[in-house]
């Protein structure tokens, strides 16, 4: 709205500037007259008034009820006094009408504001993107075994539903009949795939991935996990307490200023001079100087440049309030996995047994496996399977330059591993339950390497020859981003607390902490509590900050003073977050602070100046000078207004030069 009404009030406001006696007088120009020229500024600058003053009257109707005067307020006084006067000027001799002054009033008014609700954010995103994750539709199994395709709406409790590879989970349910794995990082912000089998339960919105399964519905529509986490989110936007900007806390004051410098003026004319046509261009150049330009402009210009910088530089702002509130920021919460982690498995370290030994016609020879020999076997086993353990193994190879072996009679062993032939010798590949499954033991310095792991909350993953012996073992662990330290060094630097929060184990979030220098964390959150403890932070009087990535952080991200959403997570966190880090790069938090700062240090700067002008063009306007000879004159008060204007913009271009650089 304001971005049309602006552009449709500039061009009229053309011939309205052209044809000012007072523009031509200062470029030294005669504009050229014509029948009617003479109403062309007073019947466009009626146009503009009606068009492009209307939105500020309407929101000044609203702070009037409210009794809060503020920006609207001071706009809608300075453009009705102007243009009342105006008209009236064109039937009252001595008078000398302001419609230039009240035209681009109005034009960067309507700037202004442009550049300030682009940068609004619309908060409805986040419960339409949570919707989407429900599937439309659902197989239901009837009682001969037949499936029919029905409405998931059309679902009750104990319905039977069959869950193909690949599809979402329609309702919440218990498993009845067959085995997989299902994707739940959605709703527990764990990155491993959870294995289910008969009894498990699962949850509406989540992935099936390799198997499929028989479901028996328990929850459906308003019951399920993921409805109530739209309800929270739903819940925690309405939460949002009201802001109030600076700069309209500076108009309000001006608003009371300006109407009391109007009445000491016409007052104190009136007793010296008596009652005339001169005193009342006093009191309306009083009201009309009073609405300057720079203070309408002062907070939006920095916040579209803030908003461009912020850009160039990673992140995408949503929410102008809360990009203001990061300058105040004491606590800042990191979503562990996807955050400070990159959400997938990675091989950590490995220990290739020294006692491995290979049966060669009835002789047995030592067999020298090296760490490149046994990535290479693991790979080769692991080269068709999508497990992201089997993607971590494969990754590091390739890091290592291995090229992986060649094997033949592939076989997946469900929920224990999987099986291969390499050059002759039978392979697995697994976990602890594999090792019990075959009975094989582990000599000391794998055992020894095998709780090493455990206590850092790491998964170890055995390399078996012939079902006698382990020849290597990985440990693998969610990979914590380069990036984190850095992060964290930084904004304990800044005196600002660190928290992570994950629906992880204590064992593994308390690993995470330790190595990352983290002050507190949370372990085995469900999303509600992830929502309940940014609530409790907050209660100790905290300005807290949430960093995520997942749908289990929607609640939290909403609920926090800043949500900031990882770009590459999923799109409800995205639409939940007040701001975006496009690079996934924690590193951005604390540039995004920095910016938040210095975004603040030229609002002040630039209010500071805008309000500054108004105490010495006031005084003037009034005609405190007038005895020696000094009075400001509507026409001269306007230049003095877009001067104002030009120091505030090119201060607010000097934003734009801010260094966001962090030391690593």
């Given at each position: 709205?304001f971005?049309?009404?602006?552009?449709?009030s500039?061009?009229?406001?053309?011939?309205?500037?052209y044809?000012?006696?007072?523009?031509?007088?200062?470029?030294g120009?005669?504009?050229?007259?014509?029948?009617?020229?003479?109403?062309?500024?007073?019947?466009?600058?009626?146009?503009?008034?009606?068009?492009?003053?209307?939105?500020?009257?309407?929101?000044?109707?609203?702070?009037?009820?409210?009794?809060?005067?503020?920006?609207?307020?001071?706009?809608s006084?300075?453009?009705t006094?102007?243009?009342?006067?105006s008209?009236?000027?064109?039937?009252?001799?001595?008078?000398?009408?302001?419609?230039?002054?009240?035209?681009?009033?109005?034009?960067?008014m309507?700037?202004?504001?442009?550049?300030?609700?682009?940068?609004?954010?619309?908060?409805?995103?986040?419960?339409?993107?949570?919707?989407?994750?429900?599937?439309?539709?659902?197989?239901?199994?009837?009682?001969?075994?037949?499936?029919?395709?029905?409405?998931?709406?059309?679902?009750?409790?104990?319905?039977?539903?069959?869950?193909?590879?690949?599809?979402?989970?329609?309702?919440?349910?218990?498993?009845?009949?067959?085995?997989?794995s299902?994707?739940?990082?959605?709703?527990?912000?764990?990155?491993?795939?959870?294995?289910?089998?008969?009894?498990?339960?699962?949850?509406?919105?989540?992935?099936?991935?390799?198997?499929?399964?028989?479901?028996?519905?328990?929850?459906?529509?308003?019951?399920?996990?993921?409805?109530?986490?739209?309800?929270?989110?739903?819940?925690?936007?309405?939460?949002?307490?009201?802001?109030?900007?600076?700069?309209?806390?500076?108009?309000?004051?001006?608003?009371?200023?300006?109407?009391?410098?109007?009445?000491?003026?016409?007052?104190?004319?009136?007793?010296?001079?008596?009652?005339?046509?001169?005193?009342?261009?006093?009191?309306?150049?009083?009201?009309?100087?009073?609405?300057?330009?720079?203070?309408?402009?002062?907070?939006?210009?920095?916040?579209?440049?803030?908003?461009?910088?912020?850009?160039?530089?990673?992140?995408?702002?949503?929410?102008?309030?809360?990009?203001?509130?990061?300058?105040?920021?004491?606590?800042?919460?990191?979503?562990?996995?996807?955050?400070?982690?990159?959400?997938?498995?990675?091989?950590?370290?490995?220990?290739?047994?020294?006692?491995?030994?290979?049966?060669?016609?009835?002789?047995?020879?030592?067999v020298?496996?090296?760490?490149?020999?046994?990535?290479?076997?693991?790979?080769?086993?692991?080269?068709?399977?999508?497990?992201?353990?089997?993607?971590?193994i494969?990754?590091?190879?390739?890091?290592?330059?291995?090229?992986?072996?060649?094997?033949?009679?592939?076989e997946?062993?469900?929920?224990?591993?999987?099986?291969?032939?390499?050059?002759?010798d039978?392979?697995?590949?697994?976990?602890?339950?594999?090792?019990?499954?075959?009975?094989?033991?582990?000599?000391?310095?794998?055992?020894?390497?095998?709780?090493?792991?455990?206590?850092?909350?790491?998964?170890?993953?055995?390399?078996?020859?012939?079902?006698?012996?382990?020849?290597?073992?990985?440990?693998?662990?969610?990979?914590?981003?380069?990036?984190?330290?850095?992060?964290?060094?930084?904004?304990?630097?800044?005196?600002?607390?660190?928290?992570?929060?994950?629906?992880?184990?204590?064992?593994?979030?308390?690993?995470?902490?330790?190595?990352?220098?983290?002050?507190?964390?949370?372990?085995?959150?469900?999303?509600?509590?992830?929502?309940?403890?940014?609530?409790?932070?907050?209660?100790?009087?905290?300005?807290?900050?949430?960093?995520?990535?997942?749908?289990?952080?929607?609640?939290?991200?909403?609920?926090?003073?800043?949500?900031?959403?990882?770009?590459?997570?999923?799109?409800?966190?995205?639409e939940?977050?007040?701001?975006?880090?496009?690079?996934?790069?924690?590193?951005?938090?604390?540039?995004?602070?920095?910016?938040?700062?210095?975004?603040?240090?030229?609002?002040?700067?630039?209010?500071?100046?805008?309000?500054?002008?108004?105490?010495?063009?006031?005084?003037?306007?009034?005609g405190?000078?007038?005895?020696?000879?000094?009075?400001?004159?509507?026409?001269?008060?306007?230049?003095?207004?877009?001067?104002?204007?030009?120091?505030?913009?090119?201060?607010?271009?000097?934003?734009?030069?801010?260094?966001?650089?962090?030391?690593?």
């Amino acid at each position: 709205m304001f971005r049309r009404r602006f552009w449709v009030s500039l061009v009229l406001s053309v011939p309205v500037i052209y044809f000012s006696e007072f523009v031509q007088s200062v470029f030294g120009y005669t504009a050229p007259t014509f029948p009617g020229s003479v109403w062309i500024a007073p019947v466009l600058s009626v146009v503009i008034f009606a068009y492009g003053g209307v939105p500020f009257l309407s929101m000044a109707r609203t702070e009037l009820q409210n009794r809060e005067p503020g920006m609207m307020m001071l706009i809608s006084l300075a453009i009705t006094v102007a243009f009342v006067y105006s008209i009236a000027s064109l039937f009252i001799e001595g008078t000398t009408p302001f419609f230039w002054e009240l035209v681009t009033l109005i034009d960067i008014m309507l700037l202004g504001h442009w550049m300030e609700m682009r940068s609004v954010r619309q908060a409805s995103g986040a419960l339409d993107e949570l919707a989407k994750l429900m599937p439309d539709t659902a197989e239901r199994v009837s009682d001969d075994g037949s499936t029919e395709e029905v409405p998931v709406s059309a679902l009750i409790e104990g319905d039977v539903v069959l869950v193909r590879p690949g599809a979402s989970v329609p309702a919440d349910g218990q498993v009845v009949e067959g085995e997989s794995s299902v994707d739940e990082s959605m709703i527990t912000g764990e990155s491993r795939p959870v294995d289910k089998e008969p009894d498990s339960d699962v949850v509406a919105g989540t992935v099936n991935q390799d198997g499929s399964l028989r479901v028996r519905v328990t929850k459906t529509g308003d019951e399920t996990a993921l409805a109530g986490i739209m309800r929270l989110v739903d819940e925690a936007q309405k939460s949002k307490s009201r802001t109030q900007l600076l700069a309209d806390r500076a108009a309000g004051w001006l608003f009371y200023v300006a109407l009391a410098v109007a009445a000491l003026t016409g007052f104190a004319w009136v007793i010296a001079t008596g009652f005339s046509v001169a005193v009342l261009e006093r009191v309306v150049t009083v009201l009309v100087i009073a609405c300057p330009h720079a203070l309408g402009l002062a907070v939006p210009l920095v916040v579209a440049i803030n908003t461009s910088t912020a850009a160039r530089n990673g992140m995408l702002i949503r929410d102008r309030i809360a990009m203001e509130e990061a300058r105040n920021l004491d606590t800042v919460m990191f979503d562990k996995t996807g955050t400070l982690t990159k959400g997938e498995q990675g091989v950590v370290d490995v220990l290739v047994a020294s006692d491995a030994h290979r049966e060669d016609g009835g002789t047995v020879h030592a067999v020298d496996w090296d760490e490149d020999w046994a990535f290479a076997v693991a790979a080769g086993v692991e080269g068709d399977s999508e497990h992201m353990i089997a993607r971590a193994i494969r990754t590091a190879t390739e890091e290592r330059g291995v090229r992986p072996a060649q094997v033949s009679d592939f076989e997946n062993l469900r929920g224990l591993g999987v099986k291969a032939t390499v050059d002759g010798d039978t392979v697995h590949l697994g976990g602890p339950n594999l090792l019990d499954r075959l009975g094989v033991e582990r000599s000391e310095d794998l055992v020894a390497f095998a709780e090493a792991a455990g206590s850092n909350a790491q998964t170890v993953i055995y390399l078996i020859r012939d079902e006698a012996e382990v020849a290597a073992a990985f440990a693998l662990a969610d990979v914590i981003r380069e990036e984190s330290r850095q992060a964290i060094d930084a904004l304990h630097a800044m005196g600002i607390e660190v928290a992570m929060l994950t629906g992880d184990s204590e064992d593994v979030a308390k690993a995470v902490a330790e190595e990352l220098g983290i002050d507190q964390y949370f372990a085995e959150v469900l999303p509600e509590e992830k929502d309940t403890t940014v609530a409790q932070l907050q209660s100790e009087g905290k300005l807290v900050a949430m960093v995520g990535d997942g749908v289990n952080d929607a609640p939290a991200l909403t609920r926090a003073d800043v949500g900031i959403a990882i770009g590459s997570g999923t799109d409800v966190a995205i639409e939940s977050g007040d701001i975006i880090l496009v690079d996934n790069n924690p590193v951005d938090v604390v540039r995004l602070i920095r910016l938040s700062r210095a975004s603040y240090r030229k609002m002040q700067e630039n209010l500071v100046w805008a309000t500054g002008y108004n105490v010495i063009a006031l005084p003037l306007a009034a005609g405190i000078l007038a005895p020696i000879g000094i009075l400001l004159s509507p026409a001269i008060g306007a230049v003095f207004m877009s001067l104002s204007t030009v120091i505030v913009a090119i201060n607010a271009r000097r934003l734009g030069t801010v260094d966001l650089s962090v030391s690593s």
